[in-house]
């Protein structure tokens, strides 16, 4: 059974927890709980659980006390057997009601072909769930999930080495730093290393921070199905909000890999800590200056996915782009498609920036800045025209080989077509070269930046064939009727649901 049969079988079974009212997200939390004690089974690592709390003491138990037993097992594994249990099972409950599906959930999952999971690696079968929970819509996880294409892609570009700290303040379920070790296994013979190379590998190389709860139990499990089974209480994914002090917790990095939650602080409050220049209830421009300022060390490098509203929002907006191009190197911008995100019509970019070794040289540290669009008159993106590495194989060759943007670089990339596209009609920065300025590769001096665009860092020349004329939408009035049609049908279609409901108790 390949890695992809099993994810599909693995996902399948939620069907089986349907008739409980069961969530996708739900469903992948409660799928971590058995998965991971089927793991330790399989991969020899009982160490990890206390006697009587294993796969086969759960299997052993009367079908009509499985769900009891069950319970009892989540509740004592919260504060019993190895940290990475521990964090796994921290503040764990079930959302099963009925006996006979756990006691089918777990049979269904003890028949699976796990051998060959084995063989491939059981990190591609979990990270294969998370994306399959994050394509599934009805989730809600898809907003925030990164494709794996471009987490793989600025990897590559920022290149780890084994001297690296690589922190992800926003960790989510550990995309990027499994990435990271990925790349680094690839380069590198791991296995070889001595064992105090290898015990820095594993907690002094690895670190990042995530807010929500399921969530960091999800990641601690990918980093665990990875090899990466930190289990130590200051490395690998912590618990907290980085935009508080929690967040000192983090080491100085000298690799930043992230994405940012978009949205504003929730309560709209600012962050609390005291280690900032500016303060700002939105998320992104928080990060981007907590990065920059405080995170990175001299000499580091970033690769941050960001959306397009920090590349122009004025007031604190603005004084921390300039700033960040005060301080650091943002030698790289890539203004993204639309679509690779789940969530539809989000706008992000890839901001690419180095902060000099010598802590000293604080300032005019962004002389030029090369921007590649991506998105101008790329195909709608989704499953059946799915984002892969072939679109963005252009701007890695243009981007070249020095991860802090130093390979030598010539404007001009005529990738998917742009040669065709009509320029705007206030297209920025026209070069003599009239073909140049169909290029989906340009670069903007400091001082252009500055004169012409307010130090707004939305830079954009060509013109967008599938842009809706506003000349051309209906009227307004037209528009709310529309509107208000569709909501009517909705809450009429809920109402349905709710007697429906109502006849059933």
């Given amino acids: 059974m390949s890695t992809q049969d099993l994810i599909a079988k693995l996902w399948n079974l939620c069907h089986l927890l349907r008739d409980d009212g069961v969530t996708y997200h739900e469903y992948l939390n409660e799928l971590t709980f058995l998965i991971f004690l089927k793991m330790v089974e399989e991969t020899g690592q009982e160490q990890h659980l206390p006697e009587g709390y294993r796969w086969q003491d759960l299997k052993a138990n009367n079908p009509a006390d499985i769900l009891t037993e069950y319970k009892k097992l989540l509740l004592h594994l919260g504060s019993h057997g190895s940290l990475i249990t521990r964090s796994i099972f921290l503040n764990a409950g079930t959302v099963i009601r009925k006996p006979v599906t756990l006691n089918k959930l777990v049979s269904e999952i003890d028949k699976l072909d796990w051998y060959s999971a084995k063989e491939e690696g059981l990190g591609n079968m979990y990270e294969g769930l998370l994306q399959v929970n994050a394509e599934e819509k009805k989730s809600g996880a898809g907003q925030y999930f990164t494709p794996r294409v471009l987490i793989n892609a600025m990897v590559e570009l ?49 670190f990042g921070m995530e807010l929500v709860p399921d969530t ?54 600012v962050p609390t800590r005291d280690d ?129 943007g130093l390979s030598p670089r010539t404007e001009g990339d005529w990738s998917f077509g742009v040669d065709q596209v009509e320029l705007a009609e206030d297209a920025a920065h026209q070069p003599i070269d009239s073909r140049l300025a169909h290029s989906r590769w340009r670069c903007f001096s400091r001082e252009w930046i500055r004169d012409h665009k307010g130090d707004s860092l939305d830079i954009s020349w ?19 009727n529309e509107a208000k049609e569709e909501l009517e049908t909705a809450l009429s279609e809920l109402q349905k649901l709710i007697t429906t409901l109502e006849g059933s108790l």
């Avoid at 690589?166 to 001595?194: E, M």
């Avoid at 989704?382 to 070249?400: D, N, S, V």
């Fill in 158 to 206: 920022m290149k780890p080495s084994l001297d690296d700290v690589v922190v992800d303040p926003t960790a989510g379920t550990g995309g990027f730093l499994i990435s990271a070790h990925h790349y680094l296994k690839q380069h590198h013979d791991i296995a070889s290393l001595d064992p105090v190379a290898y015990d820095r590998y594993q907690h002094e190389l690895f």
């Fill in 216 to 269: 960091r139990r999800l990641a601690m499990m990918n980093l665990m199905l990875h090899d990466l089974a930190i289990d130590d209480q200051n490395a690998g994914i912590l618990y907290g909000d980085t935009l508080t002090e929690e967040g000192q917790q983090l080491p100085k990095a000298s690799l930043i890999l992230a994405n940012p939650p978009f949205g504003t602080k929730k309560g709209g409050g």
């Fill in 276 to 404: 900032l220049l500016f303060y700002t209830s939105n998320k992104q421009l928080s990060f981007l200056h907590l990065m920059y300022h405080v995170m990175l060390a001299p000499g580091g490098r970033a690769a941050v996915v960001l959306p397009d509203n920090v590349l122009f929002e004025d007031g604190v907006g603005k004084q921390i782009r300039q700033a960040l191009m005060e301080k650091c190197n943002l030698h790289t911008i890539l203004r993204l498609p639309t679509g690779i995100f789940y969530a539809a019509g989000v706008k992000t970019n890839v901001l690419f920036f180095s902060k000099p070794a010598n802590p000293r040289q604080d300032k005019g540290n962004t002389q030029a800045i090369w921007v590649y669009d991506l998105r101008t008159n790329m195909p709608s993106f989704g499953k059946r025209t799915p984002f892969t590495e072939a679109y963005l194989a252009p701007f890695i060759r243009c981007f070249g080989d020095d991860p802090h």
């Fill in 462 to 480: 060509l013109k967008d064939q599938n842009s809706v004329d506003a000349a051309d939408l209906p009227e307004p009035l037209e528009l709310a």
